[in-house]
C-alpha cells in the first residue's frame, strides 16, 4: 500500500485543499495518471498517483491538509462496506459522506484538434475525466475560454462549500463586518510582513523619457497582424530590465543564508492582480526572448493567474520583478521587494510635460518613473543606481528592444 500525501507544489506552500478526486474511491488507477485536483495558495494543480492499484480516498472535496498529510492511499483492492472506519473517504469525527457516483476514468489529455473550443489544459483532462463535450459548455474565462469550473458545473461535482455567512451584528452594535482573508491573501501578508521586518530595503528613483518607446510601440501595433498582441508598455520595460540584468548579476540574484546567488538564467517576473491578491507571473528566459514573446507570455500568464488556472512553474521561479501601477494613473511606486530576490522594479504612468531640450527650446515630452527597490544585503545604492541608468537609456533608444 502506498500512501499519497498533500504534496508542496509551491516553495512556500503550507496546505492545500481538495478541488476534486479525477478517478472513484476503488478505481483502478496507474503510476502517472492524475488523480487529485489541489488548490494552493496560487494555483489549482492536478496530481498524479505514484503507483499502481485501487485507489484509496482519505481526504474529502472541500478539505483543506497541510502538506505532508496522507490524502488518499494506492495498493490491494478495497474492501465492501465492512472495511475499517479509517479508509472511508470523510476524515472528520467519524463523519462518512457519501461515495462519489461513478465516472469513467481516463488517463492523459487529449490533443486539441482544430475547430475544438477554446479551453484550459485542466479543464480539458476534468472533461475526459468526466466524459463531458466541450463543445456543449460556454466558457466564462478570458476571452469565452472554457475553465476547470465550467467542466465541473456541467458535470454535477459539487464545488468545494463556501464559507458561511457571517451572523448580522446586533442592532446596538456598530455596523462593520470582518472579512476573512483568503490563503492567497494570507501567504501575501505573511510574506509582506516577512520582506518588510527581514529585508533592508532601499530606493534609487529616475525619470524616463518615455517618448521614443511609445513610438516604436505604435509602430509595432501598426505592424502586428490582426489578433496578434502589441507589446504593451510594461512588455518594453520588461525587455529592457531583461536584457541589462546580465550585465548586473548582483541585481539578478538571490539572498541565501551566509551569502547569495547569482543565477544563470533571466526570469522577470510581472506582478499581477488577481481577484484576491497579488500573484506573480514568471517570463522565463526573457533576455533572449522577442518582445512578441514577452508580450504573448505576458497576457497568456496573466490571464491564468487571475482564472485561477496557472501551474506552479507559471507562478515561481522569478529572478526579478516588474510592477506596474501605471494604467491606475499612479505617477510612481515604491514596491516591497519579493524574497529572495535582491530587487523589484516599481513603475508609474507615462505622463505628458514640458520641459527644455538640449538646445534649451521649450519641448512636449513623456516622462514616466521607475523606482528600484534592492536588498541592502546584496546591492548597495550604487549597484541600484548603475542598473537604473542602463534600463533608462535602453528604454530612450529603444531600437535594440525590436531585435
Given at each position: 500500500?502506498?500512501?499519497?500525501q498533500m504534496p508542496r507544489l509551491t516553495?512556500?506552500?503550507?496546505?492545500?485543499?481538495?478541488?476534486?478526486?479525477?478517478?472513484?474511491?476503488?478505481?483502478?488507477?496507474?503510476?502517472?495518471?492524475?488523480?487529485?485536483?489541489?488548490?494552493?495558495?496560487?494555483?489549482?494543480?492536478?496530481?498524479?498517483?505514484?503507483?499502481?492499484?485501487?485507489?484509496?480516498?482519505?481526504?474529502?472535496?472541500?478539505?483543506?491538509?497541510?502538506?505532508?498529510?496522507?490524502?488518499?492511499?494506492?495498493?490491494?483492492?478495497?474492501?465492501?462496506?465492512?472495511?475499517?472506519?479509517?479508509?472511508?473517504?470523510?476524515?472528520?469525527?467519524?463523519?462518512?459522506?457519501?461515495?462519489?457516483?461513478?465516472?469513467?476514468?481516463?488517463?492523459?489529455?487529449?490533443?486539441?484538434?482544430?475547430?475544438?473550443?477554446?479551453?484550459?489544459?485542466?479543464?480539458?483532462?476534468?472533461?475526459?475525466?468526466?466524459?463531458?463535450?466541450?463543445?456543449?459548455?460556454?466558457?466564462?474565462?478570458?476571452?469565452?475560454?472554457?475553465?476547470?469550473?465550467?467542466?465541473?458545473?456541467?458535470?454535477?461535482?459539487?464545488?468545494?462549500?463556501?464559507?458561511?455567512?457571517?451572523?448580522?451584528?446586533?442592532?446596538?452594535?456598530?455596523?462593520?463586518?470582518?472579512?476573512?482573508?483568503?490563503?492567497?491573501?494570507?501567504?501575501?501578508?505573511?510574506?509582506?510582513?516577512?520582506?518588510?521586518?527581514?529585508?533592508?530595503?532601499?530606493?534609487?528613483?529616475?525619470?524616463?523619457?518615455?517618448?521614443?518607446?511609445?513610438?516604436?510601440?505604435?509602430?509595432?501595433?501598426?505592424?502586428?497582424?490582426?489578433?496578434?498582441?502589441?507589446?504593451?508598455?510594461?512588455?518594453?520595460?520588461?525587455?529592457?530590465?531583461?536584457?541589462?540584468?546580465?550585465?548586473?548579476?548582483?541585481?539578478?540574484?538571490?539572498?541565501?543564508?551566509?551569502?547569495?546567488?547569482?543565477?544563470?538564467?533571466?526570469?522577470?517576473?510581472?506582478?499581477?492582480?488577481?481577484?484576491?491578491?497579488?500573484?506573480?507571473?514568471?517570463?522565463?528566459?526573457?533576455?533572449?526572448?522577442?518582445?512578441?514573446?514577452?508580450?504573448?507570455?505576458?497576457?497568456?500568464?496573466?490571464?491564468?493567474?487571475?482564472?485561477?488556472?496557472?501551474a506552479p512553474q507559471d507562478l515561481t521561479?522569478?529572478?526579478?520583478?516588474?510592477?506596474?501601477?501605471?494604467?491606475?494613473g499612479m505617477t510612481a511606486i515604491t514596491?516591497?521587494?519579493?524574497?529572495?530576490?535582491?530587487?523589484?522594479?516599481?513603475?508609474?504612468?507615462?505622463?505628458?510635460?514640458?520641459?527644455?531640450?538640449?538646445?534649451?527650446?521649450?519641448?512636449?515630452?513623456?516622462?514616466?518613473?521607475?523606482?528600484?527597490?534592492?536588498?541592502?544585503?546584496?546591492?548597495?545604492?550604487?549597484?541600484?543606481?548603475?542598473?537604473?541608468?542602463?534600463?533608462?537609456?535602453?528604454?530612450?533608444?529603444?531600437?535594440?528592444?525590436?531585435?
Amino acid at each position: 500500500m502506498t500512501d499519497i500525501q498533500m504534496p508542496r507544489l509551491t516553495d512556500q506552500m503550507e496546505e492545500g485543499t481538495i478541488v476534486a478526486w479525477l478517478a472513484q474511491d476503488g478505481a483502478q488507477v496507474t503510476a502517472g495518471q492524475e488523480i487529485v485536483e489541489i488548490e494552493t495558495d496560487k494555483a489549482t494543480v492536478a496530481h498524479a498517483s505514484e503507483a499502481d492499484g485501487a485507489l484509496q480516498i482519505l481526504a474529502a472535496v472541500g478539505e483543506t491538509v497541510a502538506v505532508g498529510e496522507v490524502i488518499a492511499r494506492v495498493g490491494a483492492a478495497v474492501a465492501g462496506p465492512g472495511r475499517e472506519q479509517a479508509d472511508v473517504p470523510a476524515r472528520s469525527n467519524g463523519h462518512v459522506e457519501p461515495e462519489p457516483s461513478p465516472v469513467p476514468v481516463i488517463a492523459g489529455q487529449a490533443p486539441r484538434q482544430d475547430g475544438e473550443p477554446r479551453a484550459t489544459p485542466l479543464a480539458r483532462r476534468v472533461a475526459l475525466v468526466h466524459g463531458i463535450d466541450l463543445a456543449t459548455l460556454r466558457g466564462t474565462g478570458p476571452r469565452n475560454r472554457i475553465t476547470k469550473t465550467d467542466v465541473l458545473a456541467a458535470s454535477g461535482v459539487p464545488a468545494p462549500p463556501a464559507p458561511p455567512e457571517p451572523a448580522p451584528p446586533p442592532r446596538d452594535a456598530p455596523a462593520h463586518q470582518v472579512v476573512p482573508l483568503t490563503r492567497l491573501q494570507q501567504v501575501v501578508a505573511r510574506r509582506m510582513l516577512e520582506a518588510t521586518t527581514t529585508v533592508p530595503h532601499f530606493q534609487v528613483q529616475t525619470e524616463v523619457e518615455i517618448d521614443a518607446a511609445l513610438e516604436l510601440r505604435q509602430a509595432l501595433k501598426d505592424a502586428a497582424a490582426d489578433g496578434a498582441p502589441a507589446p504593451s508598455v510594461n512588455d518594453l520595460i520588461v525587455k529592457a530590465c531583461a536584457l541589462r540584468l546580465p550585465e548586473h548579476p548582483l541585481v539578478n540574484g538571490s539572498f541565501v543564508e551566509g551569502g547569495y546567488e547569482l543565477h544563470e538564467h533571466v526570469h522577470v517576473g510581472v506582478a499581477v492582480a488577481a481577484q484576491d491578491g497579488l500573484l506573480v507571473a514568471t517570463i522565463r528566459d526573457a533576455d533572449v526572448k522577442s518582445l512578441g514573446s514577452i508580450a504573448r507570455d505576458s497576457r497568456r500568464l496573466a490571464a491564468l493567474a487571475r482564472s485561477g488556472d496557472a501551474a506552479p512553474q507559471d507562478l515561481t521561479g522569478a529572478t526579478f520583478t516588474v510592477s506596474n501601477l501605471g494604467m491606475f494613473g499612479m505617477t510612481a511606486i515604491t514596491a516591497v521587494i519579493n524574497p529572495p530576490q535582491a530587487a523589484i522594479l516599481g513603475v508609474g504612468a507615462a505622463r505628458p510635460t514640458l520641459t527644455r531640450s538640449a538646445d534649451g527650446e521649450v519641448v512636449d515630452r513623456h516622462l514616466l518613473t521607475l523606482t528600484l527597490s534592492g536588498d541592502h544585503r546584496i546591492l548597495n545604492g550604487a549597484d541600484g543606481a548603475r542598473f537604473l541608468l542602463d534600463v533608462k537609456q535602453t528604454l530612450e533608444a529603444p531600437m535594440r528592444l525590436a531585435l
